[in-house]
């Protein structure tokens, strides 16, 4: 589990499945995200993200966390399903995009937002984002 507290609240993100390896799709992330503050309580959103795209986010996340600069995203993989973004704009303030869409089968629809939060981590908080992230 890997939970992102920042200055109004939290971003709990759990493993919920990982692809088997006998499966072409193998050590893709079935994720459920959780997102609780003042303005917003959303939970049971679930996507997956790839093996790669996991991977990438773990060693970006930690990057910026040791070097305080730099972006760490993860995208799942509908397009426009799901977003989150933490950044380093300006030293050491680390900020946090989290943006969620329903999706719509036809395609001339636009996706409409289902939750979006903005917000800058708890810098009290890092430690214990690195450690999850090492997991």
């Known amino acids: 589990m890997i939970e992102i507290k920042s200055k109004t609240g939290q971003v709990i993100l759990k493993v919920v499945k990982v692809s088997p390896e006998t499966l072409p799709s193998a050590g893709d992330r079935r994720l459920s995200l959780e997102i609780r503050s003042q303005k ?15 991977e990438k986010f ?8 040791a070097k305080h600069k730099g972006t760490a995203v993860l995208q799942g993989m509908s ?8 950044e380093v704009k300006s ?3 680390i900020e946090m995009t989290v943006s969620i869409n329903e999706l719509s089968a036809a395609r001339n629809v636009y996706p409409r937002t289902a939750a979006f939060l ?3 981590l708890d810098q009290e908080w ?5 450690n999850s992230l090492k997991e």
Do not use: I, M, Y
């Open 79 to 86: 397009p426009g399903s799901c977003r989150l973004v933490l």
């Open 118 to 120: 903005e917000d800058v």
């Open 58 to 65: 773990q060693v970006a996340a930690l990057k910026l966390l």
């Open 40 to 54: 917003l309580n959303f939970k049971n959103h679930s996507f997956w993200v790839t093996k790669v795209e996991w």
């Open 126 to 130: 890092l430690l214990e984002l690195e």
């Open 91 to 93: 030293h050491p303030k």
